[in-house]
Nanobody, 115 residues
Framework: QVQLVESGGGLVQPGGSLRLSCAAS????????MGWYRQAPGKQRDLVAR???????NYANSVKGRFTISRDNAKNTAYLQMNSLKPEDTAVYYC?????????WGKGTLVTVSS
């Protein structure tokens, strides 16, 4: 059974940094594409960043230059380094693992950017 567990969320001041982690189990991690999505209150869940099994990345325009997605296949873990955080980055961040029709989600971790 695939399980994704996010960690690293919390309260941070504007301009600060956080690193989110997504620990995966129950799957062959290296063959999956990994993604981070976020959902703010009253809004839909949107893609933040994605990294393919081959290491190619893409980002939402709103986070380009500030966020970096990475993966460590040896540790079955994906990361999202978030710098220069803004209040509008406040949301629940979800980890996603996908390959073809297979699509798995974590339960999310809350990031709050506020002074």
């Amino acid at each position: 059974q695939v399980q994704l567990v996010e960690s690293g969320g919390g309260l941070v001041q504007p301009g600060g940094s956080l690193r989110l982690s997504c620990a995966a189990s129950g799957s062959t991690f290296s063959i999956y594409h990994m993604g981070w999505y976020r959902q703010a209150p009253g809004k839909q869940r949107d893609l933040v960043a994605r990294i393919t099994s081959g290491g190619s990345t893409n980002y939402a325009n709103s986070v380009k230059g500030r966020f970096t997605i990475s993966r460590d296949n040896a540790k079955n873990t994906a990361y999202l380094q978030m710098n220069s955080l803004k209040p509008e980055d406040t949301a629940v961040y979800y980890c996603n693992q996908a390959l073809g029709s297979m699509n798995y989600w974590g339960k999310g971790t809350l990031v709050t950017v506020s002074s």
